[in-house]
Nanobody, 127 residues
């Protein structure tokens, strides 16, 4: 089992940037496909980005493509999400997720595929 802890959220003005981090413990991160999702109250959990076990390939959600970069450091057991040109509609709780299968398929965007989740970090973008 792996435990995930997100950090780096906060309040930022529109147009700004944030770097979110996900720290893993319990098991080596290198065997997990990792992803970021976000959720605003009253809305479904939305796929943001995913990264394969060795860092390539990556995939991004349609609403954030071109503004986000996902990366991982397996030696440090961390996954990062950099979000640029933030918009008020990016406001949400951002969650880190791990898929223990380590596979890369066309369903990496599907939340139910992931076995482990962090508690989330709040990102609020003011206009």
């Amino acid at each position: 089992q792996v435990q995930l802890v997100e950090s780096g959220g906060g309040l930022v003005r529109a147009g700004g940037s944030l770097r979110l981090s996900c720290a893993a413990s319990g098991r080596p991160l290198s065997t997990y496909t990792m992803a970021w999702f976000r959720q605003d109250p009253g809305k479904e959990r939305e796929f943001v980005a995913a990264i394969a076990t060795n860092g390539d390939p990556v995939m991004y959600g349609d609403s954030v493509t071109g503004r986000v970069t996902i990366s991982r450091d397996n030696a440090k057991h961390t996954v990062a999400l950099e979000v640029n040109s933030l918009k008020p509609e990016d406001t949400a709780v951002y969650y880190c997720a791990a898929d223990r299968s380590g596979l890369w398929t066309n369903v990496v965007k599907v939340a139910r595929r992931y076995d482990y989740w962090g508690q989330g970090t709040q990102v609020t973008v003011s206009s």
